[in-house]
């Protein structure tokens, strides 16, 4: 009689074992909201047990030592939750990456070879943004910023065309054109050393234009233009330039547009 009741005792906790673990698994899946995986189907590991001698020292006469196998079940679970993380925060990324990025209602960039330098437009880069109505509710610059690379830490900002110039009035819809680019840019621009560059704005249908300088802290060494007109967290980069000034320092400059903060 003692025998057949342990029996069944060892068999209910089995399956309360295996319906546990299959129970946990399910929850962590679901709670992921990555994938619904049903119906899963998962052997617990059978215990063994082993009979103590009574003269052993146990308390019981009958003592059993429990002993867990198949650790690939173990391994499986761990394998299968690492492939859920990993997917989990590639899917968050992609999710954020949609989130911050926004298109332009238009962006159009043309590069001139060789521009007339006796005439204001068009220069070497030349691009037209129109912003959507939606986009055009908040206040945006057009700014130039600055980056040491190497060397004595510099950082060095400047509104070249303020809110006021993209919109006359609050609420207008912010469409413009801008050029910049020479192939002899003037030299020594403020201080010895820097180099500028030329720019200038109008406004699309605004009868207003405006001029500026970007200013280099050295001679230029590359520029690359953005052609993929999308707003990233509000700041759109349209040319980045490297330049080392007389001693060797390496700097970066960006041409962006950019929401007031």
Known sequence: MLTGRRSQNELAFRVSVSAAIRARLQSVIMLSGIVRIRNIRMHAAEPEFERVPTNSGAIFEHSYIFHFHHLKYVAYIVTVLTMLWVHGVSLAQNSNSKVAAEKLEMFNFEEVIAANPNQITPRKWNWEIKLSPEQS?????????????????SAFSQVLFTEKDLQKNLGDIVHFKLHTG????????????????????????????????????????????????????????????????????????????????
Request: charged share 25%; aromatic share 6%; glycine share 14%.
């Open 137 to 153: 509710k908040r206040r945006f610059q057009i700014v130039q910023e600055t980056i040491g690379k190497n060397g004595p830490a």
């Open 182 to 261: 020479d192939e002899n840019p003037t030299v020594n621009m403020n201080k010895k050393g820097n180099v500028g560059l030329g720019v200038s704005f109008s406004r699309v249908g605004g009868g207003y234009g405006s001029s500026s300088w970007i200013v280099l802290p050295g001679k230029i060494v590359k520029s690359a233009v953005r052609e993929q007109g999308l707003l990233a967290k509000g700041e759109l980069i349209l040319i980045s330039f490297e330049s080392v000034d007389s001693v060797g320092n390496k700097y970066t400059t960006d041409l962006k547009l950019a929401e007031s903060r």
